[in-house]
């Protein structure tokens, strides 16, 4: 799918593929795509659906992920991805970005943008990052009014519940609040910062409701595979600030190289040459569009 060129699809559709591949199983590897180049990297490696991290999207934008976004600000990056990909997107949307106006605001403007699935957190605001230390959580009956109100707003948007709360109160909390979270409508229930293969497997046994588990970098959780996840019960895994992660690494580097030794070139080898990157992008299929602009002829070397 690209923006221009194909068709899109609509927003009930995407959210009604999304629903099916988590029903359908086997469990669902969703790697975070940061822009448009990775949801379409994305896609060309055979991934069903994606995921739009706050901290990856915070970042790109030279932020660190403490609330400092708003809704339409998210919902623009979503459509970003959306229009190059035309996959399923599941979007990190925090807080829901304040209370719960603020939160149907959110939902609303996401189905605009035809985002599949949200994720929302119990956290107060300003929020961090799960993996580290100092949270506070708002109210389960406050989290609750939030969830029904999605599903009030928004019915078609899939609605995954995060809860904050195994760091910060204990297992137990976190399990209590995730059954309440399910009975008030959420589709799925994603505990995060677990920090034992043991917590993950009682969570799957005692929570009835797909689960969402988070294999993020450096963070609390032990690295799993998405095999050890899925015979647990999760339905789905995420990588949320992966492609970020390893596309600043590359660029950390590059940019070092030149400063070093006044050249890239040592550095070719590893980078997406003009041929990759304009097949990626479908850029002929663009030039084509307009029968003004002469077709391009690439140099011999890429
Ligand atoms: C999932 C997460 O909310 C995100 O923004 O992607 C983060 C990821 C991270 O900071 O590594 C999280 O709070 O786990």
Redesign the pocket.
């Known amino acids: 799918m690209s923006w221009l060129i194909e068709n899109e699809p609509s927003q009930q559709q995407l959210a009604a593929s999304f629903r099916q591949l988590i029903e359908a199983g086997p469990i669902v590897k969703i790697p ?1 795509t940061h822009d448009g180049m990775a949801a379409r990297l994305a896609k060309q490696a055979h991934f069903k659906a994606i995921y739009l ?4 999207y915070t970042a790109s934008r030279g932020l660190p ?1 403490l609330g400092l976004i708003y809704s339409n600000e998210v919902a623009e990056r979503a459509r970003d991805l959306i229009r190059a990909s035309g996959l399923p997107l599941l979007v ?1 949307i925090d807080t829901g970005f304040g209370g719960i106006l603020n939160v149907a605001r959110t939902a609303k403007e996401m189905v605009e943008a035809k985002v599949a699935a949200v994720q929302l957190e119990d956290q107060e605001l300003p929020k961090k ?3 580290l230390s100092g949270k506070k959580l708002i109210s389960t009956e406050e989290m609750i009014q939030k969830i029904q109100t999605i599903k009030t707003v928004a019915p078609t948007l899939y609605l995954v519940a995060r809860t904050d709360a195994k760091s910060v109160d204990g297992i137990e909390e976190a399990i209590m609040r995730a059954k309440q979270y399910a009975a008030a409508g959420a589709d799925a229930i994603f505990p ?2 677990l920090e034992h293969p043991a917590e993950f497997q009682r969570f799957g046994l005692e929570v009835n409701c797909p689960l969402l588990a ?1 294999m ?2 450096f ?1 609390r959780t032990p690295y799993l595979t998405a095999e050890q996840f899925e015979s647990w019960g999760y339905r789905m895994v ?1 990588y ?2 992966t492609s970020l992660r390893v596309a600043a690494k590359a660029y950390e580097k590059v940019f070092d190289e030149i400063q070093q030794t006044g050249t890239q070139q040592a550095s070719l080898e590893y980078m997406q040459t003009r041929h990759e990157l304009y097949e990626t992008i479908r850029y002929f299929d663009y030039e084509a569009l307009d029968k003004q602009i002469a077709k391009s002829v690439l140099p011999d070397k890429e």
Do not use: L, M, Q, R
């Not at 991290?53 to 990856?56: Q, V, Y």
């Open positions: 975070g991290s706050g901290a990856a992920d990190d990052c799960g993996h995060e910062a988070n993020t970098e963070g995420i949320p600030v």
